[in-house]
């Protein structure tokens, strides 16, 4: 029930925008997004928690089709400090005792001066 | 607040051998879970702890266990370690709840190798 990550990887010139897409082949309750640079840990960016929510923090926004279980992840203008491999975690509906958070195998960003 | 820590930050092991790795959580934080993270399979569920019980497991053999304290650190331990065990080992910890939809804050991980 791996979520599957689209592109596998871009190369973007700064402050070009990227859009990384995230599908499920199972019905979701939450998808996360996570960045994580070179040698550290992944790091919270925005959890989406219903069908439809679209949620912003600076220039990196994403929304969340439930009717499609898809999720998106848009970074505008984007910033040498992007520069990353980002994941998707999906949750699905409550069940008792198999509640966990699957990852996508990851979109890796390199933003070039 | 501090951050999550885990010890040690690097391990070298023998085919064969145990390993125990440690990870305290953010203070407040009730949720311990553990990841495997490989280059080949990306970020792999291990477990998840929750007042001291297992809530939450993934898919991995029963040489791989966990046991979390009544202070919430998180305690990972590998039987019979095999070649392919070699990983960064990630915990992260989030706030109490039934469901995972917290943001989860990670540690820098354990640098696992066997040999």
């Known amino acids: 029930q791996q979520p599957v990550q689209s592109p596998q990887a871009v190369i973007l010139r700064e402050g070009e925008d990227a859009v990384i897409n995230c599908s499920s082949s199972k019905a979701l309750y939450s998808v996360h997004w996570y960045r994580q640079k070179h040698g550290e840990a992944p790091v919270f960016l925005m959890i989406?928690?219903?069908?439809?929510e679209q949620k912003g923090h600076e220039k990196i926004s994403a929304s969340f089709n439930e009717k499609k279980q898809q999720s998106s992840l848009y970074l505008t203008a984007s910033q040498l400090s992007y520069s990353g491999t980002y994941f998707c975690?999906?949750?699905?509906?409550?069940?008792?005792?198999?509640?966990?958070?699957?990852f996508g195998q990851g979109t890796r960003l390199t933003i070039n001066p | 607040k501090a951050g999550v820590t885990q010890t040690p930050r690097y391990l070298i092991k023998t085919r064969g051998q145990q390993v125990t790795l440690s990870c305290s959580p953010i203070?407040?934080?009730?949720?311990v879970s553990w990841y495997q993270q490989t280059p080949g399979q990306g970020l792999q569920f291990l477990f998840e702890y929750f007042s001291e019980t297992q809530r939450n497991k993934g898919n991995f053999p029963g040489r791989f266990s966990g046991r979390q304290f009544s202070n919430s650190r998180s305690e990972m331990n590998v039987s019979t370690l095999e070649l392919g065990d070699s990983a960064l080992y990630l915990c992260?910890?989030?706030?109490?709840?039934?469901?995972?939809?917290?943001?989860?804050?990670f540690g820098p991980g354990t640098r696992l190798t066997v040999t």
């Open positions: 975690g999906t949750e699905m509906p409550f069940i008792q005792g198999a509640q966990k958070l699957v």
């Open positions: 203070s407040g934080h009730r949720s």
């Open positions: 992260a910890s989030s706030l109490d709840g039934l469901a995972l939809s917290y943001e989860q804050y």
């Open positions: 989406l928690l219903k069908g439809g």
